[in-house]
């Protein structure tokens, strides 16, 4: 959506915190990616070569994704101001002494993006919801979106389909300070909280 897309651009890519931001908002809203996946990203995960990447998700279960172009480009250039270091996380702090990002982290950088971007505060969670509606409007099968979310189960998946479908992912702030509803964590089946 607009909003995804604006969330995405609001981040200054030029600088070490807005490049590392850029990618980690790519690998939410592109890939479906949960907040402790991204925080667990290593640098041998990343396989440039075919075009892919290692997810570590929930219970040990390790999916290879294809690497999108603005993801992989992301990432690269993040890597690239980052530059050399013995850690072999993606993604590190800011601040020394430096060390892997913990997963809150990444819910921190979804909400200055909302911030800079001007709409609602969401979670990162809510970035899989977001590709979930995106692919189910493109017509994309319940077992699609499955396998990119990598749910265990296709009921899970019909849950986020029948969210995504009723409501917006996200909205502008309104005037005033009121906000629309949007989709929030009870909404969710158990398992994705």
Same mark, same amino acid.
């Given at each position: 959506?607009?909003?995804?897309e604006?969330?995405?651009?609001?981040? $200054?890519?030029?600088?070490? $915190?807005g490049?590392r931001d850029?990618?980690? &908002?790519l %690998? +939410?809203? /592109? +890939? #479906?990616? @949960?907040?402790?996946?991204?925080?667990r990203l290593e640098?041998?995960?990343l396989?440039?070569?075919? #075009?892919?990447? &290692?997810?570590? *998700?929930k219970? *040990? /279960?390790?999916? !290879? %994704?294809? +690497?999108?172009?603005?993801?992989g480009?992301? %990432?690269?250039e993040?890597? =690239?101001?980052?530059?050399?270091?013995e850690?072999? !996380?993606?993604f590190? =702090?800011l601040?020394?002494?430096?060390r892997p990002?913990?997963p809150?982290?990444? *819910?921190?950088v979804v909400r200055?993006?909302?911030?800079?971007? #001007?709409v609602?505060?969401? =979670?990162?969670?809510r970035? !899989?919801?977001?590709l979930?509606?995106?692919?189910?409007?493109?017509?994309?099968?319940l077992?699609d979106?499955?396998q990119? %979310? /990598?749910?265990?189960?296709l009921?899970?998946t019909?849950?986020?389909?029948?969210?995504?479908a009723? @409501?917006?992912?996200?909205?502008p702030?309104?005037?005033?300070? =009121?906000?629309?509803?949007?989709?929030?964590?009870? $909404? +969710?089946?158990?398992?994705?909280?």
């Open positions: 959506s607009a909003d995804i604006r969330l995405i651009g609001c981040c $200054d890519a030029s600088t070490l $915190d490049a850029a990618a980690i &908002m %690998l +939410l809203a /592109r +890939l #479906g990616l @949960r907040s402790i996946e991204v925080a640098l041998s995960d396989d440039w070569r075919a #075009g892919e990447l &290692m997810v570590r *998700g219970g *040990g /279960r390790e999916d !290879r %994704l294809p +690497l999108p172009d603005d993801v480009t992301a %990432l690269a993040y890597l =690239t101001v980052r530059g050399r270091r850690l072999r !996380r993606v590190l =702090t601040r020394t002494p430096t990002i913990r809150d982290l990444v *819910g921190d200055r993006a909302c911030h800079r971007a #001007g609602e505060q969401i =979670t990162p969670h970035l !899989r919801h977001a979930a509606s995106e692919m189910l409007a493109q017509g994309a099968s077992q979106i499955s990119v %979310l /990598r749910h265990r189960h009921s899970t019909a849950i986020y389909a029948k969210c995504a009723r @409501r917006s992912v996200v909205s702030a309104q005037p005033g300070g =009121t906000r629309r509803k949007v989709l929030g964590s009870n $909404d +969710l089946p158990r398992s994705e909280r």
